[in-house]
């Protein structure tokens, strides 16, 4: 029972893990050795996800100190990834709060408007406010395919829930 | 409708400022917190700047074991083809050795001729050579981190202000440019690479020093920009850096020049690929502008 216990413990901690690992790691998104301009952020895509489903398992307080880690690790001012990351929080809470079922179409359309709406503070913050310089359409090509791949991301976190963690959060 | 509009702002309220179970934080005192750090940093706050300091030390070793696992798996392999070529790699070895100590007389002959040459100029003071040369000048260092950001291109090296690693140094690799450090801790640095869109670098290239600003477009290669109007561009041409910002060392070679005529762009391919260092050296040697 006690191992059972645990096992659920370590389950429940995957998707924060992994958020984790891909803010302090090398291991990235950024799959632009292969095709150009082929870049996403999987943490937007986990934060959003998981607070919607499941926001027992994705506290805000691990969300923003990944932000933080993952500022760190990449060289931006602190806090700007904390803050797209938590404009996400945000969203995904609205819609948690707003709807009582929720479909793949519905989620990929609002996480569509939390995505524009975090990746323009992070981009206007950086543009108007350091000295980092970054391209827009980067910031355009990563949005592209952030969005694009949401919907795969959405069935393999869906799949992992059913089999590992269990229903929806009330 | 004055109902949905009640449902409306719940919904937003509940969203911002709801707590409770694993939610320690509301969203709105964390967003308020994460923005209050950004500007405190931004505007560069002493408290943020050591804070920062010792926190990128810190993390960037986690980092860096955190990234082992990835980075041992691939050498794997690698390793172990190596190792059964050991002795065809040896012999190979030996041959450049041989033909690198030939060139190393050329080098010399080529030094002395320079120095003889200088002094003809009365130029003695524009670089000190020997400077350069002195190993005590130079420090290597290992690449931590060189997370392939898909907005920014530096990388994270293990020497820090503690090995006189200062903002400004360049580094370089095979004695080819690759960057300058733009962030100092106590034991790491950060190096702006030159593919990095922030990186600006004067350089000079062909027979006649034409003068031009290197300039990093985000993608492997960077671009030649500001280039005289009558120049035409050519393919294979090495580019050298300047040195007129005062920072870089004039004459270390960058890369050359791939001229697609379709494009009408000047790109510069590097001698040394940005996405493979593991090795790096920074010259702690800070030149000053040329005084005229």
Same mark, same amino acid.
């Given at each position: 029972m006690a191992k059972l216990n645990l096992l659920n413990k370590i389950f429940n901690a995957g998707p924060l893990i992994l958020l984790y690992y891909l803010s302090i790691?090398?291991?990235?998104?950024?799959l632009e050795k292969m095709f150009e301009i082929f870049t996403f952020n999987l943490p937007i895509i986990i934060i959003y996800f998981w607070i919607l489903k499941k926001p027992s398992i994705m506290s805000t307080g691990h969300i923003f100190v990944a932000g933080l880690i993952n500022d760190v690790v990449m060289g931006f001012p602190l806090g700007i990834s904390s803050l797209s990351y938590l404009v996400v929080c945000f969203f995904s809470n609205y819609v948690r709060n707003k709807s009582v079922n929720t479909t793949i179409a519905s989620d990929w359309f609002t996480f569509f408007l939390a995505l524009l709406f975090a990746n323009t503070i992070f981009f206007s913050l950086l543009n108007n406010f350091s000295d980092i310089a970054i391209s827009l359409s980067k910031i355009g090509y990563n949005t592209f395919f952030t969005l694009f791949l949401f919907p795969i991301f959405w069935l393999f976190f869906s799949l992992y829930q059913s089999n590992f963690i269990g229903g929806q959060d009330a | 409708m004055s109902v949905s509009r009640d449902d409306f702002s719940i919904a937003f309220r509940s969203a911002l400022l709801q707590r409770g179970g694993a939610q320690k934080f509301s969203i709105l005192s964390l967003i308020i917190l994460a923005i209050f750090i950004f500007f405190l940093d931004v505007y560069g706050f002493t408290i943020i700047k050591t804070a920062r300091s010792v926190i990128n030390d810190v993390v960037f070793r986690i980092s860096y074991l955190a990234s082992s696992p990835s980075r041992i798996l691939p050498n794997a392999s690698k390793g172990l083809t190596s190792h059964f070529n050991l002795k065809k790699e040896n012999e190979k070895l030996k041959q450049v050795i041989k033909n690198y100590k030939s060139l190393n007389l050329n080098l010399e002959y080529l030094t002395n001729e320079n120095k003889n040459l200088r002094k003809v100029l009365d130029? *003695?003071?524009?670089?000190?050579t020997e400077n350069i040369i002195n190993s005590k000048n130079i420090v290597l260092a290992k690449?931590?981190?060189?997370?392939?950001s898909p907005f920014l291109k530096s990388i994270i090296i293990n020497k820090g202000t503690k090995s006189g690693v200062k903002k400004g140094m360049p580094v370089t690799q095979d004695n080819f440019l690759i960057g300058r450090v733009v962030e100092t801790n106590h034991f790491s640095s950060r190096v702006l690479l030159?593919?990095?869109?922030?990186s600006r670098i004067p350089v000079s290239l062909g027979p006649d020093s034409t003068q031009a600003i290197l300039t990093g477009s985000a993608t492997t290669n960077p671009k030649l920009e500001?280039?005289? *109007? *009558?120049y035409t561009s050519e393919n294979d041409i090495t580019v050298f850096a300047s040195g007129k910002d005062g920072i870089f060392i004039p004459g270390t070679p960058i890369g050359k020049t791939i001229n697609d005529s379709g494009k009408k762009i000047n790109e510069v391919k590097l001698f040394?690929?940005?996405?493979?260092?593991?090795f790096v050296t920074v010259n702690l040697i800070l030149i000053n502008k040329e005084k005229f």
């Open positions: 790691s090398e291991v990235d998104t950024n | 130029a *003695e003071n524009i670089i000190n690449v931590l981190i060189d997370k392939n030159l593919t990095d869109l922030n500001y280039l005289p *109007e *009558e040394v690929d940005p996405n493979q260092l593991s």
